[in-house]
């Protein structure tokens, strides 16, 4: 079946769901309480504070609030810019909630009434910028109606009211939300319009992931030119030399900490195409958890490797006193020669605190290991890039995957519900693709061919590239469960995924 967004308007209006914004230069206070616990910026013993975006702890059962998209002037890196934002922000705020809770967002779209760039007959262009949605990232929620539905489309000066009725067993942990509206997601993204979603768990009552400050590190980029806005997307164009790598919508900002100290740091790969390698000079990162699902057990690591759109829960013992830069290591993948960068700093100051690791972690219930009998079938997918006869943007690359250009009224996978299958996925290009799949994480089982000695959890993976002449390859296996309907999968590359590499899948 197919849908035009003329009929998803008409049938939102019918509802009420979608609705003209009127009197939009009035204030709308949202719905929010004051942090408790250690969810804040702020340590003792006279530290600075580090950055935190605004932080909206709201109640269990039924919880609202409001999110209002505008243009913006900030200050960052010693640069105005003049942005698409969350509530005026660099960021968007964080939004904190418990498993079972049903989540409304009354998402406001206040970008002015014209669109840049009119969608044409192809959608893998991109197009009408001021056009916006919502995507739940990593949540296990209906994609459905006016739930995690990136087929929605919210013009300017109207709102639309989510709502997210979040499974009381559903995994606690980091995720995030962000713009889906294929045609505009890259343009608003490299804007930096994200922010942190955070769903409580049994993780954060371990005594000593308690007793640390908990810190959302939501990495994002700006795409910026000389006049501090951000040009028009036309293409996988945008040069390195423009872009700004923010930490919670700042530069290079510094947490402070004391001798001993643990810190948790919720790290948040929010940008549109930049793979983040991060090593924290003298320090090793202790990882709780990967794409919001706590792992079997803590695990010490030098560098942490980040897919865009990937998160990591890791714990920092702070060691000698002295300044320590966090660094985003060179990446030569598919010739991109993006440099190593300084993307923040810890600032170790002496003191007495002797803060421990935890010894063990809860496993999350909810989400047992695949076992081969499970499987009920198997597919295989492949992502490309290639010059095609006709490419959307004369002398932009395409993008594809199974050698097809996404078509809004074409289903490209169907599946059944309950089942249980195991894909893989190949990659034919020389740059690595962010594999996504929205509504149900997957475990990623083998690489390149080669078994995982312990599979992980995870909604996004990089599918490595093409090496020698050799693809690269992952394996996942995906539990389908309790939610029918049609949504997607895609590169997160949000370029590549303007440009066309998504596919619809519907659940049946």
Same mark, same amino acid.
């Given at each position: 079946?197919?849908?035009?967004?003329?009929?998803?308007?008409?049938?939102?209006?019918? =509802?009420?769901?979608?609705?003209?914004?009127?009197?939009?230069?009035?204030?709308?206070?949202?719905?929010? #309480?004051? !942090?408790?616990?250690?969810?804040?910026?702020?340590?003792?013993?006279?530290?600075?504070?580090?950055?935190? @975006?605004?932080?909206?702890?709201? *109640?269990?059962?039924? /919880?609202?609030?409001?999110?209002?998209?505008?243009?913006?002037?900030?200050?960052? !890196?010693?640069?105005?810019? &003049?942005?698409?934002?969350?509530?005026?922000?660099?960021?968007?705020?964080?939004?904190?909630? #418990?498993?079972?809770? =049903?989540?409304?967002?009354?998402?406001?779209?206040?970008?002015? /009434?014209?669109?840049?760039?009119?969608?044409?007959?192809?959608?893998?262009?991109?197009?009408?910028?001021?056009?916006?949605?919502?995507?739940?990232?990593?949540?296990?929620?209906? *994609?459905?109606?006016?739930?995690?539905?990136?087929?929605?489309?919210?013009?300017?000066?109207?709102?639309?009211?989510?709502?997210?009725?979040?499974?009381?067993?559903?995994?606690?942990?980091?995720?995030?939300?962000?713009?889906?509206?294929?045609?505009?997601?890259?343009?608003?993204?490299?804007?930096?319009?994200?922010?942190?979603?955070?769903?409580?768990?049994?993780?954060?009552?371990?005594?000593?992931? !308690?007793?640390?400050?908990?810190?959302?590190?939501?990495?994002?980029?700006?795409?910026?030119?000389?006049?501090?806005?951000?040009?028009?997307?036309?293409?996988?164009?945008?040069?390195?030399?423009?872009? %700004?790598?923010?930490?919670?919508? =700042?530069?290079?900002?510094?947490?402070?900490?004391?001798?001993?100290?643990?810190?948790?740091?919720?790290?948040?790969? !929010?940008?549109?195409?930049?793979?983040?390698?991060?090593?924290?000079?003298?320090?090793?990162?202790?990882?709780? $958890?990967?794409?919001?699902?706590?792992?079997?057990?803590?695990?010490?690591?030098?560098?942490?490797?980040?897919?865009?759109?990937?998160?990591?829960?890791?714990?920092?013992?702070?060691?000698?006193?002295?300044?320590?830069?966090?660094?985003?290591?060179?990446?030569?993948?598919?010739?991109?020669?993006?440099?190593?960068?300084?993307?923040?700093?810890?600032?170790?100051?002496?003191?007495?605190?002797?803060? $421990?690791?935890?010894?063990?972690?809860?496993?999350?219930?909810?989400?047992?290991?695949?076992?081969?009998?499970?499987?009920?079938?198997?597919?295989?997918?492949?992502?490309?890039?290639?010059?095609?006869?006709?490419? *959307?943007? @004369?002398?932009?690359?395409?993008?594809?995957?199974?050698?097809?250009?996404?078509?809004?009224?074409?289903?490209?996978?169907?599946?059944?519900?309950?089942?249980?299958?195991?894909?893989?996925?190949?990659?034919?290009?020389?740059?690595?693709?962010?594999?996504?799949?929205?509504?149900?994480?997957?475990?990623?089982?083998?690489?390149?061919?080669?078994?995982? $000695?312990?599979?992980?959890?995870?909604?996004?993976?990089?599918?490595?590239?093409?090496?020698?002449?050799?693809?690269?390859?992952?394996? %996942?296996?995906?539990?389908?469960?309790?939610?029918?309907?049609?949504?997607?999968?895609?590169?997160?590359?949000?370029?590549?995924?303007?440009?066309?590499?998504?596919? &619809?899948?519907?659940?049946?």
């Amino acid at each position: 079946m197919s849908y035009k967004r003329r009929d998803i308007l008409q049938a939102l209006a019918a =509802t009420g769901a979608l609705t003209l914004v009127t009197g939009c230069g009035s204030d709308s206070s949202p719905n929010f #309480s004051p !942090a408790g616990g250690n969810f804040n910026g702020s340590p003792s013993g006279g530290l600075s504070p580090f950055p935190q @975006p605004e932080l909206r702890q709201l *109640p269990g059962g039924r /919880a609202s609030t409001d999110l209002i998209t505008t243009f913006a002037t900030n200050q960052v !890196a010693n640069r105005s810019v &003049t942005t698409r934002t969350y509530e005026g922000k660099l960021v968007g705020p964080t939004l904190r909630v #418990s498993p079972g809770t =049903t989540l409304q967002v009354n998402l406001q779209n206040r970008f002015p /009434a014209t669109n840049e760039f009119p969608k044409t007959a192809n959608p893998n262009t991109p197009h009408e910028f001021n056009t916006t949605n919502l995507h739940t990232h990593g949540l296990h929620v209906s *994609p459905t109606g006016n739930s995690d539905n990136i087929f929605l489309e919210i013009p300017p000066q109207s709102q639309f009211s989510y709502s997210f009725a979040i499974p009381a067993n559903h995994p606690g942990g980091t995720f995030f939300y962000h713009p889906h509206k294929h045609g505009s997601a890259a343009m608003q993204m490299f804007s930096g319009m994200a922010g942190a979603l955070i769903l409580e768990s049994e993780l954060d009552r371990v005594p000593e992931v !308690a007793a640390a400050r908990d810190l959302v590190y939501l990495v994002s980029e700006l795409n910026v030119n000389s006049s501090g806005q951000v040009p028009n997307f036309t293409g996988d164009v945008f040069p390195l030399s423009n872009r %700004i790598l923010m930490v919670n919508g =700042t530069s290079r900002p510094t947490l402070s900490v004391q001798s001993g100290e643990v810190v948790r740091l919720r790290l948040l790969n !929010a940008t549109v195409r930049t793979h983040l390698g991060l090593q924290l000079e003298g320090h090793t990162f202790g990882v709780l $958890a990967l794409d919001g699902i706590t792992l079997p057990a803590l695990r010490n690591e030098s560098e942490v490797s980040l897919a865009v759109a990937n998160r990591a829960d890791v714990l920092i013992r702070a060691q000698a006193p002295g300044r320590y830069a966090l660094k985003k290591m060179q990446d030569d993948e598919g010739g991109m020669n993006d440099p190593e960068e300084i993307i923040g700093y810890l600032e170790v100051l002496p003191g007495t605190l002797q803060m $421990a690791l935890p010894s063990a972690l809860p496993a999350p219930s909810s989400l047992p290991t695949i076992s081969d009998a499970e499987i009920t079938r198997r597919r295989n997918l492949t992502f490309e890039r290639f010059t095609g006869p006709n490419p *959307p943007l @004369p002398g932009v690359d395409v993008f594809t995957i199974d050698q097809k250009l996404h078509d809004p009224n074409r289903v490209d996978q169907t599946i059944t519900l309950n089942s249980v299958e195991e894909w893989t996925i190949t990659n034919f290009s020389d740059q690595m693709h962010p594999f996504h799949i929205h509504t149900n994480p997957f475990q990623l089982v083998a690489r390149d061919g080669m078994a995982l $000695a312990q599979p992980e959890w995870h909604d996004v993976s990089d599918i490595p590239p093409l090496m020698n002449g050799m693809p690269g390859s992952i394996t %996942i296996r995906i539990r389908f469960r309790d939610f029918t309907g049609r949504t997607v999968l895609h590169c997160h590359n949000v370029m590549h995924e303007d440009l066309g590499m998504m596919q &619809t899948i519907e659940i049946v």
